[in-house]
């Protein structure tokens, strides 16, 4: 697949950055989204000089209308979105599924 429209969540490090860089390189437009504006910036800036189109959307996963917006903020700048990587999260901790609340606000 190339030339498609790619929105990223929780872009700016890990396995999401290393997966923007390689959507930039082989020609995709690409839709970072993440928590700090300054990192967001200099990440557009590094896939624009891959010769990549790329925009930076300031997203917290957690709110509901951050995310319509980012979504909405994709469609204005490319006309649509091809494909979603959502991967932002956080490790959680040792326990069942049903204490994870418990065991986050324990933290
Ligand atoms: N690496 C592994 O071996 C592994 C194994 C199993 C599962 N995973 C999962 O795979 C995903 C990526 O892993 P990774 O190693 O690349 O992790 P990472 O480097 O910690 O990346 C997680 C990203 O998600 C962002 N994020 C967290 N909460 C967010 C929120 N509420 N809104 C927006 N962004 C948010 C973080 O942004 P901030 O910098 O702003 O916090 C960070 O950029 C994670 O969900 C992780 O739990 C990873």
């Known amino acids: 697949m190339k ?3 790619v929105l ?3 872009a700016l490090t890990g396995i999401e950055r290393a997966a ?8 995709d437009q690409v839709v970072l989204s993440g928590r700090r504006d300054k ?10 000089a891959l010769g990549a189109e790329a ?3 300031r997203t917290d996963v ?4 951050d995310f319509r ?15 979603a990587v959502n991967n932002a999260g956080t490790e ?5 599924v049903s204490q994870q609340g418990d065991l986050l606000l324990s933290r």
């Open 55 to 57: 925009e930076f959307v």
């Open 20 to 27: 923007a860089v390689n959507f930039a390189q082989q020609g």
């Open 62 to 65: 957690r709110a509901e209308e």
């Open 3 to 5: 030339n498609k429209t």
């Open 8 to 10: 990223i969540s929780g």
């Open 39 to 48: 990192e967001g910036e200099k990440l557009v800036e590094e896939l624009r």
């Open 92 to 96: 959680g901790r040792r326990g069942l």
């Open 69 to 83: 917006n980012l979504v909405d903020q994709t469609v204005k700048h490319f006309g649509r979105s091809d494909i």
